[in-house]
């Protein structure tokens, strides 16, 4: 399929994804192999999605240790169709870089980092934001739960720790939407749209993803309806380093959020998985016990 040019500015904001967008994927996933044949990632794979950040994505990399609770991490960026130096800038500071031709999506790009880190070996996957709004400081709390088996998705929650966010519109928005999905799924949660999360490698494979944008809420809720233990834990969400964010305006931004919790929900629902994958969201960690509980076995595409 002929890939479409978008201009410089252009962000994919649509509710399904592009026409071309799987062969703009598949074409950056087979440079990314011609470009690092036979790669081997750590066990933790710490993944970041950026769109234009090359300001900002140098020190969000030289923020994340090469280890993380005593596991190897590995850094790898996806480039969704930068045009302002960002896959040079990211190579600098020691990054894997997969780069698309075209933007397509935070969720587009957070599900070929996905694909990459499970392929080359990776047993934990870790999300940030390529702006420096979350801090890697938080993630060896997360990681830890993921290794003692007391989860097997952990959330970095602003609302159990603090944002220097001053939008207060915005805000509120991220406690009325955990207390939509908290009703939804019937899980305690506090932070449904954190772009601070560790997971387990195969959680990727085995929960459906198809929104090329709006994708905090469509894995957090396809996880919990599919038994995944989900945890939260505290954290602090800061300011940008520099620029404005990618994601619009706030009512717009809200309501095509909120269309995709609906749409995920019922999809999800409508799926009556069994009694043995019932969502079970765990205590926050400041004070809970965790079930003991163990993941699912389920194959990995």
């Known amino acids: 399929m002929r890939i479409r040019r978008s201009s410089a500015s252009e962000v994919y904001h649509g509710l399904r994804e592009a026409p071309d967008t799987a062969a703009i994927t598949s074409a950056a996933r087979e440079a990314f192999a011609d470009s690092n044949p036979d ?144 009703a939804l799924t019937h899980a305690r949660l506090t932070d449904t749209s954190s772009g601070l999360r560790a997971m387990r490698a195969e959680l990727t494979a085995a929960v459906r993803q198809t929104q090329p944008q709006y994708q905090t809420s469509e894995l957090l809720i396809g996880a919990l309806f599919q038994g995944f233990r989900v945890a939260e834990v505290p954290t602090t969400m800061r300011q940008r380093i520099s620029g404005v964010t990618k994601k619009g305006d706030n009512v717009f931004y809200g309501m095509r959020y909120a269309r995709v919790i609906g749409r995920t929900w019922w999809r999800e629902r409508r799926g009556e998985p069994s009694p043995l994958h019932r969502a079970a969201a765990l205590e926050p960690v400041t004070g809970g016990q965790v079930p003991p509980s163990r993941l699912p076995e389920r194959p990995v595409s």
């Not at 999605?49 to 996806?78: C, H, K």
């Not at 894997?96 to 031709?101: E, G, P, R």
């Not at 999506?105 to 979350?134: F, K, M, N, P, S």
Request: hydrophobic share 45%; charged share 25%.
């Open 39 to 182: 790669v081997k990632l750590q066990r933790l794979v710490v993944v970041i999605a950026a769109y234009n950040e090359a300001g900002n994505i140098g020190p969000v990399l030289d923020e994340i240790p090469d280890q993380i609770a005593d596991v190897a991490v590995s850094r790898l960026v996806i480039d969704d169709g930068s045009s302002d130096g960002t896959t040079a800038a990211a190579q600098r500071h020691g990054a894997l870089v997969c780069t698309l031709a075209a933007n397509r999506g935070h969720g587009v790009a957070l599900r070929l980092g996905y694909r990459i880190a499970r392929e080359a070996g990776a047993e934990y996957i870790a999300t940030l934001d390529g702006d420096g709004q979350w801090d890697p400081a938080d993630l060896p709390a997360m990681i830890r739960l993921l290794e003692e088996d007391r989860a097997d998705f952990v959330v970095g929650s602003r609302q159990l720790g603090r944002t220097e966010n001053t939008d207060s519109f915005r805000n509120l928005g991220v406690r009325f939407f955990a207390r939509l999905i908290s």
